[in-house]
């Protein structure tokens, strides 16, 4: 199991991406419930526990040894948002809060009590992070807001630090829990590659020289695939080059039954002699 970084007490982390940043927050999740009790609140319907297990499992865990680590609680509007901040004790427990502003856009809400409540969520967002770090999350949109566009304004205002990710390849964990550098925030082929093998690491120790040697060779064959990987956002990365080495298998495949093919062909012009 790899050592993800740590973020410190204070630190308000805030995820802008499709999708609220769902795949790259609950891979984070996976490693932060290793280290101990982990709070989740899902203001989106964002939370997938099937997720958060294949990612334990990614990485050489049981996720029945660690899954009860995560405390859940879920939020269908702005005022049980409020009240569940305001509920939310002051412990050091990392807390991650999905899809931040996803109730505060329903047309049935009058704007004024958008920003009214908002600014009382922000206040309890300042409270817990005295202790602990914060991860915040919402969609990156593109679409004019009108009157409610500066609800986006006060969220990034709290946080220590914005990410900003456009496309759908998930970040992995540590470009969200160690401070990322200014510029590109996308994983590159190569990172998603390192992280994969990373994951990989307690499977492959076991195994004979002869067969790591073949793995390290499989794995050379998936970065032929670089592109595609670096595009495959909507799958997690170790399914994206675990699809690249079943390309490559395959068609090393095919090749080989082309060629017995023609050598049956052969043999059977000879037979006919």
């Known amino acids: 199991m790899t050592t993800t970084p740590h973020r410190h007490a204070g630190e ?24 101990g009790p982990l709070i989740i609140l899902d203001a989106g319907t ?15 865990l049981d996720p029945a040894d660690y899954i009860d680590n995560i405390q859940v609680a879920r939020v ?36 004024p009590d958008c920003y009214r409540i908002l600014t009382r969520c922000l206040a309890e967002i300042e409270r817990l992070a005295v202790k602990r770090p914060l991860f915040l999350s919402a969609r990156l949109i593109s679409e004019d807001l009108g009157d409610r566009a500066g609800l986006y304004a006060r969220l990034e205002g709290v946080a220590t630090q914005v990410i900003r990710h456009t496309n ?82 395959f068609a090393a495949l095919v090749i080989l039954t082309e060629r017995v093919d023609i050598l049956i062909d052969k043999i059977d012009a000879l037979d006919r002699l």
Do not use: C
């Open 46 to 60: 964002r939370f997938d526990t099937v997720l958060v297990a294949k990612q334990l499992r990614l990485i050489g």
């Open 76 to 111: 269908f509007t702005m005022l049980e948002l409020v009240d569940a901040l305001e509920r939310t004790s002051q412990a050091d427990s990392p807390f991650i809060l999905l899809d931040t502003l996803a109730t505060f856009f329903n047309p049935k809400t009058r704007t």
């Open 168 to 249: 759908n390849t998930p970040l992995p964990p540590h470009h969200i829990l160690k401070e990322t550098p200014m510029g590109r925030n996308s994983p590159t082929a190569r990172d998603m590659m390192n992280d994969t093998e990373s994951m990989l690491k307690r499977f492959i120790e076991p195994m004979q020289p002869d067969r790591r040697k073949l793995f390290s060779k499989l794995m050379g064959r998936a970065r032929h695939h670089a592109d595609s990987i670096a595009e495959a956002g909507y799958l997690l990365p170790f399914e994206v080059v675990l699809l690249a080495i079943l390309l490559e298998v």
């Open 12 to 35: 308000v982390v805030l995820l802008l991406a499709p999708h609220a940043g769902q795949a790259t927050l609950l891979t984070m999740a996976a490693h932060l419930t290793v280290r």
